[in-house]
T-cell receptor, first 112, second 112 residues
Framework: DVKVTQSSRYLVKRTGEKVFLECVQDMDHENMFWYRQDPGLGLRLIYF???????EKGDIPEGYSVSREKKERFSLILESASTNQTSMYLC???????????FGPGTRLLVL | SQQGEEDPQALSIQEGENATMNCSYK?????LQWYRQNSGRGLVHLILIRSNEREKHSGRLRVTLDTSKKSSSLLITASRAADTASYFC????????????FGAGTILRVKS
């Protein structure tokens, strides 16, 4: 069965801290994605990766960076967390770039 | 950019009734997908319908696609309390690059 896991379900950080969110998939998918979800705004794409060490900016990359050193793992990094980055973060993976995506359970991040 | 928009924003029905949600989009697509999200969780893929298909079924779900009207509908028949969730459509379009664009979702509440 397909599985995408995220390192934390809930996270509380202080303004200015560096935050790492990790995502692991066990489906050998080429493509991985990071979204943030805010009430009334739906899902917004932050970054995606179509291969190891390859990445592409999504709609809202400012304040974020990503790392994909291994095929199964895609990390989202908040270089200096700010309160406006409080959100639900969702990771997903897919075999084909614009087809079915498999999502992790999400990480709810609170930045104080 | 809001390529896909769901309607209504919220829907409340009794158990056993049918629920219909609509999605409209702006530009030509290759496929349209529907996802479900239970409260505070990740999204789960329901159905993918391609631009050359008009209707698709999966269990109690029926999806239609009208490319001339740039719209899709998701029908859940004989709804159950467990169908209570948010439902999102996601579209791909060449002009949006290699990504899916999600709408803001319809919140469905099924009362028992």
């Amino acid at each position: 069965d397909v599985k995408v896991t995220q390192s934390s379900r809930y996270l509380v950080k202080r303004t200015g801290e560096k935050v790492f969110l990790e995502c692991v998939q066990d489906m050998d998918h080429e493509n991985m994605f990071w979204y943030r979800q805010d009430p009334g705004l739906g899902l917004r794409l932050i970054y995606f990766s179509y291969d190891v060490k390859m990445k592409e900016k999504g709609d809202i990359p400012e304040g974020y960076s990503v790392s994909r050193e291994k095929k199964e793992r895609f990390s989202l990094i908040l270089e200096s967390a700010s309160t406006n980055q409080t959100s639900m973060y969702l990771c997903a993976s897919s075999f084909y770039l614009r087809e079915t995506q498999y999502f992790g359970p999400g990480t709810r991040l609170l930045v104080l | 950019s809001q390529q896909g928009e769901e309607d209504p924003q919220a829907l409340s029905i009794q158990e056993g009734e049918n629920a219909t949600m609509n999605c409209s989009y702006k530009t030509s697509i290759n496929n349209l997908q529907w996802y479900r999200q239970n409260s505070g969780r990740g999204l789960v893929h329901l159905i993918l319908i391609r631009s050359n298909e008009r209707e698709k079924h999966s269990g109690r779900l029926r999806v239609t696609l009208d490319t001339s009207k740039k719209s899709s509908s998701l029908l859940i028949t004989a709804s159950r309390a467990a169908d209570t969730a948010s439902y999102f459509c996601a579209t791909d379009a060449m002009e949006y690059g290699n990504k899916l664009v999600f709408g803001a979702g319809t919140i469905l509440r099924v009362k028992s």
